[in-house]
């Protein structure tokens, strides 16, 4: 698996349940429970405790083609 600031890969699908629990599947069969019970919390949690997300591409020039 790979490590670094988002080891766990760039998303989650989540699930939840009648009692509101949140379960979280991500690649390779990842199972995660998930602690969050709001959206803030959910976006504060996701990089922080879960290692989710991904780096920012690189910005591309204006008007420019990728070939040039």
Known sequence: MPRGAY???PL?????????????????????DVPAMSLPALVEWTPAEA???A?????????GS???
């Not at 989540?14 to 995660?32: F, H, K, P, V």
């Not at 780096?55 to 008007?63: F, L, N, S, T």
Request: hydrophobic share 40%; proline share 8%; no cysteine.
């Open 12 to 32: 989650l699908v989540l699930d939840a349940d009648a009692e509101r629990n949140i379960i979280g599947y991500g690649t390779g069969g990842l199972i995660l």
């Open 7 to 9: 080891a766990l890969g």
């Open 66 to 68: 990728l070939s040039d």
């Open 55 to 63: 780096e920012r591409p690189a910005p591309q020039p204006a008007g």
């Open 51 to 53: 290692e989710l997300g």
